[in-house]
């Protein structure tokens, strides 16, 4: 149990760390801003992280980036852009649902509608399929039950 909070603390620990108080803005509105820019970018070297909560060289570069870019009055959406352009949608934590990636976003519910589909028609076609009716015993089975029930 030890373990697990020691463990709890220092990733929580680093995530605190992630974001040096020197790095800041002055004007808390451009904060704000520049915090969801931060949010809202992946690390290219962690790949699994926002940028906000990364501790790689390239965060570090990028926090700093995207805080000059809002303090020259460069807007969400042009920062965002840049960094698009640079390195592509891959950058972005919530890509885009245009272009391509429109069969992205469309691939998960077309695929549950198909396999709603599939599973509808199957249980549709079980329940109208005759059931095999038991056969009659023929004279011969018939004799032979009668045996072996009378043993």
């Not at 040096?20 to 969801?36: F, K």
């Not at 870019?69 to 960094?83: E, L, P, R, S, W």
């Not at 076609?125 to 095999?132: E, I, K, L, Q």
Request: proline fraction near 3%; hydrophobic fraction near 50%; charge should be negative.
């Amino acid at each position: 149990m030890m373990r697990l909070a020691a463990a709890m603390w220092f990733v929580l620990a680093s995530v605190a760390l992630a974001l040096d108080p020197s790095e800041m803005l002055d004007d808390p509105a451009l904060e704000a801003q520049a915090r969801a820019l931060d949010h809202a970018l992946r690390c290219v070297v962690c790949q699994s992280e926002s940028v906000a909560s990364s501790n790689a060289q390239w965060a570090v570069d990028t926090r700093r980036v995207i805080r000059e870019q809002v303090a020259a009055g460069q807007t969400h959406d042009q920062i965002v852009d840049f960094f698009v352009e640079r390195y592509g949608e891959f950058v972005l934590m919530t890509p885009r649902a245009s272009g391509s990636n429109w069969m992205l976003w469309a691939a998960g519910p077309l695929m549950f509608l198909l396999a709603a589909g599939v599973g509808f028609f199957y249980v549709r076609g079980r329940s109208t399929t005759p059931a095999a009716e038991d056969a009659a015993l023929s004279a011969e089975e018939s004799r032979r039950l009668r045996e072996i029930l009378d043993d």
